[in-house]
């Protein structure tokens, strides 16, 4: 039951990140960097959630090289690397 309030928390605390650094000028599905990385983020949690830990890595890193600056997806990404290499 931890495991799931672990990712319940993560999915929300990252949705509500990704919520506060999307730019407001952009249309909601445009094409272009901070989309994707928004989008792979999403697909990223859904991994989290279903427990397929490596699903969600490939899917932050795709979120990280399409804007390496995105934060939800650093944030997320950061949380691997403190809990070790059992992610990847």
Same mark, same amino acid.
């Given at each position: 039951?931890?495991?799931?309030? /672990?990712? #319940?928390? !993560?999915? @929300? /605390? *990252?949705?509500?990140?990704?919520?506060?650094?999307? %730019?407001?000028?952009? %249309? %909601? +599905?445009?094409?272009?960097?901070?989309?994707? *990385? =928004?989008?792979?983020? @999403? /697909?990223? !949690?859904? +991994?989290?959630? =279903?427990?397929?830990?490596?699903?969600? =890595?490939?899917? &932050?890193?795709? *979120? /990280?090289r *399409?804007d #390496?600056? $995105?934060?939800?997806?650093? &944030?997320?990404?950061?949380? $691997?690397r $403190? =809990?070790?290499?059992?992610?990847?």
């Open positions: 039951m931890e495991q799931f309030s /672990l990712a #319940a928390s !993560l999915t @929300a /605390l *990252a949705i509500a990140t990704a919520s506060a650094f999307q %730019p407001s000028d952009l %249309p %909601p +599905h445009a094409p272009g960097p901070a989309n994707m *990385a =928004r989008d792979k983020t @999403a /697909l990223a !949690l859904a +991994h989290i959630e =279903r427990g397929e830990k490596n699903e969600a =890595r490939d899917a &932050l890193e795709e *979120a /990280l *399409a #390496a600056s $995105y934060e939800p997806a650093i &944030l997320l990404m950061q949380d $691997y $403190y =809990r070790g290499p059992q992610a990847k």
